[in-house]
């Protein structure tokens, strides 16, 4: 099949990659032409395990090829998917510019039977206001598809080639067997194709995030009572986990969520509700807690120095929201920085791919580690922001002989309290308790 991916973006550029995977003729679509011409000579802009060797074998191939001209990369395409971006508004709803600016473009183009299929996450009714931007102007048939992502950044390659399920938005029998031929070599296990009216299929990806969104948010209100009760989350969660009606997954506590999709989708499902006069309280609870939550640790690193952080160098690993991506929207670790630096601390920060990004964004404000032990030389503490592989089982002993403090401030709970007492650190993670220094 014959496909156009607009945007190549995470998701554009993820999308466009695996459907080519399977034999597919795919076109991004991108208007910075710095980018498509990066991408254009094999060069990955985003960083994603796995994507990079598929990427380069599909090029390589000719079955994966990138433009700045719509118009040429949709004659012959069966399948235009767009992949852009719908930034949060001031008022938390989703901006639709870029989608209906091509939307509307599109109608002026196309020249016969087309499937646009909305693959950006967006507001209910969105797959109508693109058909109506779509037909001021267009002369033959098309039907427009939502068919929300359900990607992880760090597993989006595997997440795409072996779905839990596909949700597939269409009252068009046409456009139905469009996407089912399009999808059975992804769904070849049994995995579910499920069909379902358009804004049932808008609905469903602001549903799953927030709903996810809701459970880490609830884990992370319990670790706060575990610790006025002197309880452990961590014990606490394997009790919950192995109830099959709650599971085992998003029940780990830290320092709130982040990335491109829980707080912008969590935002934007809160903002609809609002447009059609429903209150959605949890909604409002989840993102105020989240909030708070990202600066949990920061009155523990406060009292440890008597509230004077002026001078004192704090080693910080993890940039990025999550670990295997190189992703820092609404990082916790960019909130923690702001405030350290505010505090007057000087801050030393090591993370496996998001340092360029942070770079860019706040500039030399603080200082970048090759390694995460350069973090730590006369630094006076350590804290924890991101829970990367390589961070769990650090040299300890490496760690003592460079801190000043044997003090290490944890927002993954990546260690062992026992061992965390046993070595004479002081620890405090996140609702558990707070191991002090013989």
């Not at 267009?138 to 992502?149: G, I, L, M, R, T």
């Not at 503490?381 to 592989?389: D, K, R």
Request: aromatic share 8%.
């Amino acid at each position: 099949m014959k496909i156009t991916v607009v945007g190549t973006g995470y998701v554009g550029l993820v999308s466009g990659t695996c459907f080519a995977e399977t034999g597919n003729q795919v076109i991004c679509v991108d208007i910075d032409k710095k980018k498509v011409d990066k991408l254009s000579l094999g060069q990955v802009t985003i960083y994603e395990p796995g994507l990079e060797k598929i990427f380069l074998r599909n090029t390589k191939e000719g079955r994966l090829t990138f433009t700045t001209s719509l118009e040429d990369a949709i004659k012959e395409a069966a399948v235009i998917m767009l992949a852009l971006p719908t930034p949060p508004g001031e008022d938390g709803s989703a901006d639709l510019q870029y989608i209906l600016g091509v939307a509307d473009h599109l109608g002026k183009i196309i020249k016969d039977y087309k499937v646009i299929v909305d693959k950006s996450t967006v507001p209910v009714g969105t797959a109508d206001k693109v058909k109506a931007a779509i037909a001021k102007n267009a002369k033959v048939e098309f039907d427009v598809v939502s068919n929300p992502e359900f990607l992880r950044e760090g597993v989006a390659v595997e997440d795409f080639m072996k779905p839990d399920r596909v949700v597939i938005g269409t009252t068009s029998e046409r456009a139905r067997k469009v996407m089912n031929d399009l999808y059975a070599p992804f769904v070849r296990q049994g995995n579910p194709l499920i069909f379902m009216d358009e804004k049932s299929a808008e609905l469903t990806k602001y549903a799953a995030n927030s709903f996810l969104a809701t459970k880490i948010t609830f884990m992370n209100e319990i670790a706060r009572l575990c610790e006025l009760f002197d309880a452990d989350v961590d014990m606490i969660r394997k009790g919950m986990g192995s109830d099959g009606r709650i599971g085992k997954r998003f029940l780990f506590p830290g320092i709130g969520y982040g990335g491109s999709c829980f707080p912008k989708d969590v935002q934007a499902l809160a903002r609809s509700s609002k447009e059609v006069n429903y209150h959605f309280k949890i909604l409002d609870s989840v993102m105020e807690v989240n909030e708070t939550q990202k600066l949990h640790l920061m009155p523990s690193i406060k009292a440890f120095f008597n509230n004077d952080l002026k001078g004192k160098k704090i080693a910080l690993w993890g940039l990025a929201f999550k670990p295997n991506t190189d992703d820092i929207r609404e990082a916790p670790a960019l909130y923690m920085i702001k405030e350290l630096l505010a505090a007057g601390a000087i801050v030393a920060t090591h993370d496996p791919e998001a340092m360029n990004n942070v770079k860019k964004v706040i500039g030399d404000t603080i200082t970048y580690a090759e390694s995460q032990y350069d973090t730590l030389q006369d630094a006076d503490a350590l804290v924890i922001a991101t829970e990367w592989s390589e961070f769990r089982t650090p040299d300890f002993n490496k760690i003592s002989s460079l801190l000043k403090n044997k003090a290490i401030f944890d927002g993954r709970n990546l260690f062992d309290l026992k061992q965390m007492e046993d070595l004479g650190f002081h620890y405090v993670s996140i609702g558990r308790r707070v191991v002090k220094q013989n």
